[in-house]
């Protein structure tokens, strides 16, 4: 993809990759529309924009309401009168040990790593239906393919959403919508500084959306990063499950305190 021109929007954009990315592809010439829920760093994001000589619009909303998700796009369309790419960026969590967890707990980190892409999505393919096509690219997590230790309910949203845009490829694709997930490994954010994740190899924010820009403009269907981590989930993969369960196994904590209505702890 070639951005000049381009109306491009960006959730979670508010800070961390986000931000970064919207910077970035304004300085290409995009007009960028950003959403997240903090309105005032979204309006700071909008004025520098601006100040680089970039086109930007700020859309503060919630996106695990699927209502205002679905309003942030229709102000898009209504603004700039199409969608050419969408980056879905939203999402997060700090260590979780489920074995000190209920099941309301997981849900909800499901759902703000979930709902959050889905509430976005399907508004942005309709329009891209009327619109004869687009570019959907879904920040998605190397803890996608496999099940991590203390990412549990995050790997789940992942690994569902990875199979959702899998599908989405087939079914949308003859409309020319294009499809590309992104799979970064540990990135240094603000929002991960003090998650409790151990982060081998982590990446600054400008270096993961170097990877990310060159993603969009290339467009493969998967895009995973950086290559060391790569080459090891895909050798997970290969390798017996009852193995990659024994490594994972190895790296997992004591656990530190029961859920509120657990059973106890053997």
């Not at 493969?220 to 017996?240: E, I």
Request: charged content about 20%; hydrophobic content about 50%; aromatic content about 6%.
């Amino acid at each position: 993809m070639n951005f000049d021109g381009k109306v491009a929007l960006i959730v979670g954009a508010s800070s961390g990759m986000g931000r970064v990315l919207a910077l970035r592809l304004a300085g290409e010439g995009a007009h960028v529309v950003v959403t997240a829920r903090r309105k005032d760093k979204l309006e700071a994001l909008v004025a520098e924009i601006v100040q680089q000589g970039g086109r930007g619009l700020a859309l503060a909303a919630d996106a695990q309401d699927p209502t205002a998700a679905e309003q942030v796009v229709q102000e898009t369309v209504r603004q700039l009168g199409r969608i050419d790419l969408v980056v879905l960026n939203a999402g997060g969590a700090p260590a979780l040990d489920m074995r000190a967890m209920n099941a309301r707990e997981v849900t909800a980190y499901m759902r703000s790593n979930y709902d959050v892409a889905v509430n976005v999505l399907f508004p942005v393919l309709h329009q891209m239906v009327r619109q004869g096509g687009g570019l959907v690219a879904q920040t998605n997590s190397l803890a996608g393919w496999l099940g991590v230790p203390l990412q549990g309910p995050y790997s789940a949203a992942k690994g569902a959403l990875r199979l959702l845009i899998d599908t989405c490829r087939v079914e949308f694709g003859p409309y020319g919508i294009r499809f590309v997930s992104i799979y970064p490994g540990f990135v240094a954010t603000e929002a991960t500084a003090n998650d409790g994740m151990p982060a081998p190899l982590a990446l600054s924010e400008v270096q993961a959306v170097d990877h990310i820009v060159h993603a969009l403009r290339r467009e493969p269907l998967d895009y995973l990063f950086p290559f060391t981590m790569r080459w090891l989930v895909r050798l997970a993969l290969l390798l017996p499950k009852r193995l990659t369960t024994r490594i994972l196994r190895h790296e997992l904590p004591p656990v530190t305190a029961p859920a509120a209505g657990a059973p106890p702890l053997a």
